[in-house]
């Protein structure tokens, strides 16, 4: 039985742990790192969330699973703010978590030369696949915000390109 | 004007600004001409939409008044909205949809780089979490400007006209509101000034490598009030909320 605040702590990260992106389910909005803190007071818990684009709607997705999970869980007095600073972004992802995207078939990240930059050149994204580096962009823009449409010139798959963020 | 009343301003214009561009780009769903640029188009609305509702909060709690981003979406009339009259403007065709899109991802990457260092923490925050995304748009929209400018005669021809036709909205969305002085001498948002200059080195950059003329500045400036496009977008946008008082999913 738990009875430290820091163990009930613990437990919610643990239970948080266990929910998928709506999108990309292999991996959790934890290992996403969209979850930026979790405090209980013994009364009260709350737990801070950023978003990971603006208008992404899968937040609000997780943010409704995260009040079921936790309502779940027996807290009744649950409060989720939502921080902009410092924003999230894609280095914010677990290392497994990135290898469980590419496995998913999805490239993972690749650090930008310049991110400020619109007209610096691209950087090259290995096919997630076969591993090739002669791949090429079919559209900046994909089925969700944070992805783009890749195909791979050697094993003529396509692929998605989970942009640098 | 306390701070706070000038930020709630400031928060509010840009707040609209994004949030009738959005608007303008999600009438583009399925009228894309083709469709990995259709995609594109909606992914840019919801960011546009996505940092709306950003900014619409932050403004709801500046002013402390209650409203959430929803009423100020959905529960104002048109002289209350305080968007850059350019982002009313209707999706002509294609090329004033890039053109338009173009002039406010320049303004919108050079506002949020500088925007990152305010000494207010929630518009930091989102100046890096903006910035981003208008990086990617900016990418998308040049390298239109330059496709549209170097292309057919026809697209060249489409693409100078919407320029001429466009550059006379400029001016307004380059200048500061009264109430921005005391919040850039505060270092809460950026110096329009500099913005401008910026921004004209920049777009004159790519208009002059898409072989698309820089037009004349407008010897009248258009009319400070929002145009009929803007009451009729309004219109549409916010009938169901009219209709059906907090209506609710």
Known sequence: MVTTLSGIEELVWERLS???DPEIPVISIVELGIVRNVQYDGETLNIVVTPTYTGCPAMHLFVAE????MHDQGFDHLNITTVYSPAWTTDLIAPEAMQKLKKYGIAPPVKEISQDDPFAP???IPCPRCGSEHTS???QFGATACKSLYTCNDC???FEYFKHF | MATNQALF???LRLG???LILGHRLSE???RGPMLEEDIALTNFALDHIGQAEALLQYAGKLEGKGRSEDDLSYLRNVEEFENFRLVEQPNTDFAYVIARQFLVDVYQCLLYQKMQKSTDETLAGMGSRFLKESTYHLRHTSGWMERLGLGTDESKRRIQQAINDLWQYTPEMLSARPYEKELTAKGIVPDAEEIALDWLVQVVRVLSRSGIHKPQDAAVPPSDSHSDHLVRMLAEMQYLQRTYPDARW
């Open chain 1, 122 to 124: 691209l950087p090259v």
């Open chain 2, 28 to 30: 583009m769903c399925s």
């Open chain 1, 137 to 139: 962009m079919v559209s």
């Open chain 2, 16 to 18: 609209d600004t994004n």
């Open chain 1, 66 to 69: 995260i009040k079921a999970a």
């Open chain 1, 18 to 20: 266990l929910i998928p």
């Open chain 1, 156 to 158: 003529k798959e396509p």
């Open chain 2, 9 to 11: 301003q400031y928060c």
